[in-house]
């Protein structure tokens, strides 16, 4: 039997804040290094929400408030001169891809003579396949590997760009994070709530929808509150939506955290509406901590998670009354929702960090020669 390999990997990521595409890359860093491998993390700014395992490369460090094009150059020159001195066997890049001749940099000179692996977090085809994706399609060929975080993603997004060195790889969950330190905050103790969570970003995300389906089910009558949970560009717009709603006292926003755990654990159910996704941790996480979900069912992630009446629900069409029949039925029936929260862990236990990390590893003795 052969001995497996041990790899110098370096992961490239915007940076470890915000999102969750930023805390699947710094999960990773911790996957590879649970696997034996040597990790470094390059970012581009200077932010860190997550924790990480490995030696960090911060570029961000060098941006200041008059970053001309040249201050741009010196940093891009210094990430490749990091990347040569270090000698890494294999480049992971996170980075959304949306201008193609900012690819092509990428890949004709920062990553000359490096074998790369393309990691692909959205079904935004223009996000993660440039403006033209035929052209950058042949970049994507280039690589050793691409990795797709859904299975629709790998065959509906890449495989349809002729991208056939692609696979799967789902995004993981921490077992531990139900250990994780963390406080309810005390205006959410002894309250039924729902949660919704992640960047404010309506065009995206679509919370609109979620605070006008709240607004048509009428579980707040009931002293169910609704929780927004996160920061972002859209917040101010999003609570001068709720305050015009008759259930406005019953709906919280609340500031990110990086520790949101006790927020989640203790949740009736989170919800999903976002417009698309590419693999959706928000609803892999509250399963891991014992909490239903009601998302709905677009094209990438949720199908992938959730299972209809078992473990949450999964509403099939954009439209407000199923989804607030939906909170209804789950706020409500008591005997039905024990049955899902009995059945939540057990159901992802395949995106065990033990479990992705162990295929991540596979695909790497693999694609590396």
Same mark, same amino acid.
């Given at each position: 039997?052969?001995?497996?390999?041990?790899?110098?990997?370096?992961?490239?990521?915007? #940076?470890?804040?915000?999102?969750?595409?930023?805390?699947?890359?710094?999960?990773?860093?911790?996957?590879?290094?649970?696997?034996?491998?040597?990790?470094?993390?390059?970012?581009?700014?200077?932010?860190?929400?997550?924790?990480?395992?490995?030696?960090?490369?911060?570029?961000? +460090?060098?941006?200041?408030?008059?970053?001309?094009?040249? +201050?741009?150059?010196?940093?891009?020159?210094?990430?490749?001169?990091?990347?040569?001195?270090?000698?890494?066997?294999?480049?992971?890049?996170?980075?959304?891809?949306?201008?193609?001749?900012?690819?092509?940099?990428?890949?004709?000179?920062?990553?000359?003579?490096?074998?790369?692996?393309?990691?692909?977090?959205?079904? *935004?085809?223009?996000?993660?396949?440039?403006?033209?994706?035929?052209?950058?399609?042949?970049?994507?060929?280039?690589?050793?590997?691409?990795?797709?975080? !859904?299975?629709?993603?790998?065959?509906?997004?890449?495989?349809?760009?002729?991208?056939?060195?692609?696979?799967?790889?789902?995004?993981?969950? &921490?077992?531990?994070?139900?250990?994780? &330190?963390?406080?309810?905050?005390?205006?959410?103790?002894?309250?039924?709530?729902?949660? $919704?969570?992640?960047?404010?970003?309506?065009?995206? @995300?679509?919370?609109?929808?979620?605070?006008? /389906?709240?607004?048509? $089910?009428?579980?707040?009558?009931? *002293?169910?509150?609704?929780? =927004?949970?996160?920061?972002?560009?859209?917040?101010?717009?999003?609570?001068?939506?709720?305050?015009? @709603?008759?259930?406005? @006292?019953?709906?919280?926003?609340?500031?990110?955290?990086?520790?949101?755990?006790?927020?989640?654990?203790? %949740?009736?159910?989170?919800?999903?509406?976002? +417009?698309?996704?590419?693999?959706?941790?928000?609803?892999?996480?509250?399963?891991?901590?014992?909490?239903?979900?009601? #998302?709905?069912?677009?094209?990438?992630?949720? !199908?992938?998670?959730?299972?209809?009446?078992?473990?949450?629900?999964?509403?099939?069409?954009?439209?407000?009354?199923?989804?607030?029949?939906?909170?209804?039925? =789950?706020?409500?029936?008591? /005997?039905?929702?024990? &049955?899902? @929260?009995?059945?939540?862990? !057990?159901?992802?236990?395949?995106? $065990?960090?033990?479990?992705? $990390?162990?295929?991540?590893?596979?695909?790497?003795?693999? %694609?590396?020669?």
């Amino acid at each position: 039997m052969t001995a497996e390999k041990k790899f110098k990997v370096c992961l490239v990521s915007i #940076s470890l804040a915000k999102g969750g595409l930023e805390r699947s890359c710094a999960m990773l860093t911790e996957m590879l290094q649970m696997q034996g491998h040597e990790v470094h993390l390059a970012i581009l700014n200077d932010e860190i929400d997550y924790s990480f395992s490995g030696k960090l490369f911060n570029l961000g +460090k060098y941006k200041s408030s008059n970053d001309s094009l040249l +201050k741009r150059l010196l940093r891009f020159r210094k990430l490749r001169s990091y990347l040569k001195t270090e000698n890494f066997d294999v480049i992971i890049d996170h980075r959304p891809k949306n201008n193609y001749r900012r690819e092509l940099f990428y890949a004709r000179y920062i990553y000359r003579g490096f074998k790369r692996i393309y990691v692909v977090h959205s079904t *935004n085809k223009p996000e993660y396949l440039t403006e033209q994706p035929s052209k950058f399609a042949e970049i994507y060929r280039e690589n050793v590997l691409n990795v797709a975080v !859904s299975k629709y993603i790998e065959t509906e997004i890449l495989k349809k760009e002729e991208i056939e060195n692609s696979v799967t790889i789902h995004n993981a969950f &921490n077992p531990n994070w139900d250990a994780k &330190n963390g406080l309810l905050p005390e205006m959410l103790q002894n309250k039924k709530y729902i949660l $919704s969570y992640g960047r404010l970003d309506d065009t995206i @995300k679509d919370f609109s929808f979620l605070i006008e /389906a709240f607004s048509q $089910s009428k579980v707040w009558e009931n *002293n169910t509150d609704l929780v =927004i949970l996160g920061n972002g560009k859209d917040k101010e717009m999003l609570q001068n939506l709720a305050n015009t @709603k008759d259930c406005a @006292k019953h709906i919280l926003f609340l500031p990110f955290t990086n520790t949101p755990f006790k927020i989640i654990q203790n %949740a009736h159910c989170v919800c999903l509406t976002s +417009k698309y996704e590419g693999f959706p941790m928000v609803l892999v996480e509250s399963l891991s901590l014992g909490t239903p979900v009601v #998302s709905l069912d677009i094209v990438s992630g949720p !199908s992938e998670i959730i299972e209809d009446g078992k473990n949450g629900l999964l509403v099939r069409e954009r439209s407000l009354p199923l989804f607030a029949e939906a909170l209804q039925k =789950i706020c409500a029936d008591k /005997a039905f929702y024990e &049955n899902l @929260k009995a059945q939540t862990k !057990s159901s992802v236990t395949r995106f $065990s960090m033990q479990n992705i $990390s162990e295929i991540w590893n596979q695909k790497l003795q693999h %694609a590396i020669r």
